[in-house]
């Protein structure tokens, strides 16, 4: 029973690297988020998807960049890594909108930008 | 715009103690949904509960109960007989309802770490 899943857990980049945070889910969930969490502060969501093909923007989405062509992947893109994105990533899905459908988080990606 | 304060940043308690986490929110919206998470040292976010702005009874489930109140725009969480294993950073979260009567986009409140002593 695998849920979301996201990897790598743990990495560590160099200030103008990029690189791409992994998401799959095998609930067949339409919806999936990513989030992010700075230390002390809640989630904040950076951009979200409704089904294969659509994503659309949070509430901050400068420096990354997403796509979604399975319903699985969502996959979550940095270019230009820069320090203000070390945080923990949280990818999420549940099945709709539908008020009695839970959101299921992973585990967390841990990222740090030096 | 939507704000979640979780005035709390860390609350410490001995285990047995009765502990409440306060909760307070802001919306122009008069429908939205209101939400407490727990995020144990492992990481992971796990789903406590989802309240429908509509329903303000409040609810009880085993240790956790919760007091929804409209008036004071206010959804503290309190646990009884706290163990150690409730240490974690609890967080309340806040969503606009959507046209379909369900919710996306989650505003999370910063969190309250509690930490439950032996």
């Known amino acids: 029973n695998a849920g979301v899943t996201q990897t790598p857990k743990f990495r560590i980049l160099k200030i103008g690297q990029s690189m791409t945070l992994q998401c799959t889910q095998d609930m067949n969930h339409n919806y999936m988020y990513w989030y992010r969490q700075d230390p002390g502060m809640g989630l904040k969501l950076i951009y979200y998807s409704v089904g294969a093909g659509i994503t659309d923007k949070g509430e901050v989405p400068n420096g990354y960049n997403v796509s979604r062509s399975t319903t699985e992947d969502f996959p979550l893109r940095l270019e230009l890594a820069a320090p203000s994105q070390t945080s923990v990533y949280f990818c999420?899905?549940?099945?709709?909108?539908?008020?009695?459908?839970?959101?299921?988080f992973g585990e967390g990606s841990w990222l740090t930008v030096v | 715009a939507q704000k979640v304060t979780q005035a709390q940043t860390e609350i410490s308690v001995v285990e047995k103690e009765d502990v409440t986490l306060d909760c307070v929110y802001e919306t122009r919206d008069t429908t939205y949904y209101l939400f407490w998470y727990k995020q144990p040292p492992s990481g992971e976010l796990v789903f406590l509960i989802r309240?429908?702005?509509?329903?303000?009874q409040n609810e009880i489930s085993g240790r956790y109960s919760w007091n929804f109140q409209k008036s004071t725009s206010s959804f503290n969480f309190t646990i009884t007989a706290s163990q150690v294993v409730d240490s974690a950073v609890y967080f309340c979260a806040l969503s606009e309802v959507t046209f379909s009567g369900g919710y996306n986009k989650l505003i999370f409140g910063a969190g309250t770490r509690l930490a439950v002593h032996p």
């Open positions: 309240r429908n702005s509509f329903d303000e």
């Open positions: 999420a899905s549940r099945q709709g909108p539908d008020s009695g459908n839970t959101i299921y």
